[in-house]
């Protein structure tokens, strides 16, 4: 992929950011929900707690969650920290890709289920009231663990990373060979004619004699 330039990359690097702090803060918020709805003993309440789990899976989950992904996916291939190079951003990804396949294919379909349940009349399942107590809890631990090896970028290159930086450094080692050769001065050939003028120092011997 070409690399970004300055300014996309400050767009995206924007985008990245909001769409993941927007991400953990939601998970956060269904954490809470999530305990309102297991430990309340009001109907009312329950209700008033899936219902609004619901809406934060239909309208947030999915485009946060997409949005952190691509906008990650498109930050790492356009800038020179690559997708395989180091390995803090190899995890991410795959950390990343992992939770927003388990948001769409686990979470919602819960919350759908829970939302379901209490528009009837029927109470929660005291199984998917654990399942909504415990997908928030491990995605926020998970979430606050990209984030610190975001800031932190622990753990060095991977083994990819290491044999595009030795071809980096070898490439540049060559151009910089290449560049000194085009640019040093040639000195020119001096020829034994024998009209060649006498140095200082046989003029001054010649003195002495």
């Known amino acids: 992929m070409r690399q970004l330039t300055r300014p996309a990359r400050r767009g995206i690097l924007v985008v990245h950011v909001v769409t993941s702090v927007g991400w953990l803060g939601l998970t956060l918020g269904l954490l809470v929900l999530g305990i309102t709805g297991a430990t309340t003993a009001s109907p009312q309440t329950q209700a008033a707690v899936y219902r609004s789990m619901k809406l934060f899976g239909d ?7 997409l949005s952190a992904l691509v906008s990650g996916l498109v930050l790492s291939l356009g800038t020179p920290w690559g997708l395989a190079r180091h390995r803090w951003v190899y995890l991410k990804f795959w950390l990343t890709l992992g939770a927003t396949l388990a948001s769409a294919l686990s979470l919602r379909p819960a919350l759908n289920e829970a939302a379901a349940s209490v528009a009837t ?5 005291a199984a998917t009231s654990q399942d909504l107590l415990a997908a928030p809890s491990v995605s926020l631990s998970l979430y606050v663990f990209m984030t610190a090896i975001s800031v932190l970028k622990p753990w060095g290159l991977t083994a990819r990373g290491r044999r595009h930086r030795a071809a980096r450094r070898t490439a540049g080692a060559r151009t910089t060979a290449g560049a000194r050769e085009a640019g040093a001065p040639r000195t020119p050939a001096v020829r034994d004619t024998g009209d060649q003028p006498p140095s200082t120092a046989s003029i001054a011997d010649t003195a002495k004699r």
Do not use: C, N
């Open 121 to 125: 009349g029927d109470g929660v399942a």
């Open 59 to 65: 309208w947030l989950i999915i485009p946060l969650s």
